[in-house]
């Protein structure tokens, strides 16, 4: 094993400028840990969340830190006690950072935490169902987008209780969640209305949508009713803040939903309408939901979203493009000497 790797390096909180790629130690695997050579990590707003401070008080970072959590990549060291996986197996997942564990216990039980996957090799927690083995089918720079944005969809399709034939208004369609989310929807037989932009609409119709809402050029909610004057059926929030919502819950129906999944969260006690449920959704990992997610992947229903590519020497222009530019779909680091 080599000593050294690269990796993308934050020495303070910050925007991604604070970011830098530096020669740092390898991590070593301690008991229930193992060693990953990465292959692929995909970036998730998450990340700039934590990187900005915002949420350091519920999840502090220690520093110095690297960034990123959704993976794909081969083991190569296994710490004392490692019985789920072996030197050679070919993995995917999620990962949160290590000082954040009250906040990986809600993805995942056990919690499922790493060094930090935007790095030639990180560790992470071997016993979560936060992890898999990836399948010789599934690329693994699929892979490595389908943890965050796949958990978080099935989360959203659990929690809505949904029928077929429901509308359903997805807000965010064109982003990194909707691109999981749509075609979850859409598989469950579900109508589903999206904003995006006009250059995303082909995109967002092949994910799975049956209608699109053009949020600049028009009022989602206007629209939205125009076209179904007694409103939707549910709303399924991936990006707009929470406040933001209780003009959008007009363009649901009486005794619908709203499920977000956006931060931050709305105030249910900000919706002056009692028949209205609001939920806001957490990515959560149960056992077999990334094997399921990879099944999927591998049928075609989620199918690749990676818009740009980027090597590990160019993080940090990945998270300043995720923070600044419109992005569609993933933005996808591949690692590697």
Known sequence: MVNLMRAAVAREYGSPSVLSVEDVPVPVPEAGQMLVRVRAAALNPADLRSLSGVMKELAPLTFPHVPGSDFAGTVVELGAGVTRFAVGDEVFGVGLPRATEAMAAMLSTPPSLTTGAMAEYAVFEADTPALALRPSGLAPEHAATLPI???????????????????????????????????????????????????????????????????????????????????????????????????????????????????????????????????????????????????????????????RWFSLEQTPQAYTELADAHVRGKLLVTAGR
């Open 149 to 307: 944005p796949g958990l978080t969809a099935l989360a959203v399709v659990r929690a809505g209780g949904f029928s077929p034939g429901e509308r359903v208004l997805v807000i965010g369609a064109a982003g990194g969640v909707g691109g999981t989310t749509v075609p979850l929807l859409a598989a469950a037989r579900l109508h589903v209305i999206a904003t995006a932009l006009p250059e995303d609409e082909d995109y967002v119709r092949r994910l799975g949508a049956a209608e699109v809402i053009d949020y600049r050029a028009l009022d989602t909610v206007a629209e939205s009713l125009r076209r179904y004057p007694d409103g939707v059926d549910a709303v399924v929030n991936l990006a707009l803040p929470g406040a933001a919502l209780v003009s959008v819950s007009e363009a649901i129906r009486p005794e619908g939903r709203l499920l977000n999944a956006a931060f931050p969260s709305p105030d249910p006690s900000d919706f002056d309408r009692a028949d209205l449920t609001v939920q806001t959704v957490l990515s959560h990992a149960r056992p077999g939901d990334l094997d399921q997610l990879a099944a999927q992947a591998m049928t075609g229903i989620l199918p690749s979203t990676i818009s």
